[in-house]
């Protein structure tokens, strides 16, 4: 069975840093198009970054120039730098896997952004 495991979400104030990072197992994790997801409170799950198997890369007009997605294929894993965080990027993020009909979810993670 697949496994995405999300770690590094925490607290951190205002102006802060945190990397999130996503460990893959039992995929063939290089075709893959890689994202992140977050949901906040009362809100709908929203695309904040993606990372396809080429590298290409797309994000959030929200978190543009903050935020960056990256992937080590050898590793199997995906990372989302995030800087400058803001309480708006408060939520619950997401790892996930997709490729045509396949999809896969990570358990989730929890940022909070607070002074």
């Known amino acids: 069975q697949v496994q995405l495991v999300e770690s590094g979400g925490g607290l951190v104030q205002p102006g802060g840093s945190l990397r999130l990072s996503c460990a893959a197992s039992r995929i063939t994790f290089s075709i893959y198009v890689m994202s992140w997801y977050r949901q906040a409170p009362g809100k709908r799950r929203e695309l904040v970054a993606a990372?396809?198997?080429?590298?290409?890369?797309n994000y959030a007009d929200s978190v543009k120039g903050r935020f960056t997605i990256s992937r080590d294929n050898a590793k199997k894993m995906v990372v989302l730098q995030m800087n400058n965080l803001k309480p708006e990027d408060t939520a619950v993020y997401y790892c996930?896997?997709?490729?045509?009909?396949?999809?896969?979810w990570g358990q989730g993670t929890q940022v909070t952004v607070s002074s």
């Open positions: 990372i396809t198997s080429d590298g290409s890369t």
């Open positions: 996930n896997a997709r490729l045509n009909l396949f999809e896969y």
